[in-house]
């Protein structure tokens, strides 16, 4: 079986392609293919309200290659997901109708609480270690999905329009700010010991540049002095200089600050970073929507 996960984000549109394959004691999921496109829905509609013309173009030729692409791999069944730049923007539902019309792909606008829970499909529960508690930490461009853990259930969880488009560009709203460290602080009030994990383009690149092979997660000091290290280099020489990507050099440092910012606010010292995120989540809900048809 092989399954296809879209995920139209704020910062970037990315398609999944997985290899399902079962046995009689388990299933394993196998990555075969993952574009990333960066094409930042969320600057238009943080910013002025709506896509732009040229960015839905944009989109609408990239929804087209990765409908080919899904043809060639012959794929079992597939979900695209617009997430909060296309939830906020004024004329989502009118780009969603016009990709359907050129490409024959459905494209659904989930809001935070069917992202979070997506996110979560990811089936990470099943490397925690059941004698300790998490907090589920998803930074996008346009939103933060939180979802609390304990004895590998969800005790809460939570969607803010906390992102690193929105912070880059100063649209962040002050009392959904507020309310992101208050929610934090309340929910995880005596819950310890309480350890991190953090998912998005964004942590899965700091963890990277960390250099620790030998261990899969990132310190509350370590992930300090890597803000502040990327904080000292212009746009230009994190580009030229630290090698990152130019739609990666704008927004790493806002990314730092609001893990950095639910670490504190939580006392979590540690934040593991298992690189995974939606578009996984999504594979496994596929999986298992498939699985109970076939029953």
């Known amino acids: 079986m ?70 060639v791999f012959d794929i079992t069944a597939y979900r695209a997901c617009a997430t909060s730049a296309m939830r906020d923007a004024k004329n989502g539902k009118e780009v969603i109708d016009r990709v359907k019309k050129e490409t024959g792909l459905t494209i659904e606008i989930i809001d935070g609480k069917d992202e979070a829970e997506a996110i979560f499909s990811n089936r990470v529960e099943e490397m925690l270690d059941p004698d300790k508690n998490y907090l589920y930490i998803d930074v996008g461009g346009g939103s933060t999905e939180l979802t609390l853990l304990s004895n590998k259930k969800v005790v809460a969880q939570k969607s803010f329009n906390v992102g690193t488009l929105r912070m880059l560009f100063e649209k962040i709203n002050k009392d959904e700010w507020e309310g992101y460290k208050q929610w934090i602080k309340k929910h995880t009030h005596g819950v310890q010991p309480l350890y991190g994990i ?36 212009s746009f230009e020489e994190r580009i030229t200089i630290l090698g990152l990507k130019p739609d990666r050099a704008d927004v790493i440092i806002p990314a730092a600050k609001i893990f950095l910012s639910a670490m504190k606010h939580a006392e979590i010292e540690k934040i593991y970073v298992p690189q995974i995120g939606l578009s996984d989540g999504m594979i496994h809900q596929l999986y298992e929507e498939y699985r109970k048809k076939k029953k």
């Not at 990333?36 to 609408?60: N, Q, Y």
């Open 198 to 233: 953090g998912s998005g383009g964004n942590i899965n690149k700091l963890f990277k540049m960390g250099g620790k092979k030998d261990t899969k997660h990132l310190s509350y000091e370590k992930l300090k002095s890597m803000h502040d290290m990327l904080s000292s280099y």
């Open 2 to 71: 092989i399954f296809a996960a879209i995920d139209i984000g704020s910062n970037a549109v990315r398609l999944l392609i997985n290899h399902v394959f079962e046995t009689k004691d388990k299933t394993y999921f196998d990555k075969e293919e993952l574009i990333r496109m960066p094409i930042r829905l969320g600057e238009d509609t943080f910013i002025h309200g709506e896509i732009s013309k040229a960015k839905i173009e944009k989109l609408a030729a990239t929804m087209r290659g990765f409908s080919e692409l899904m043809k």
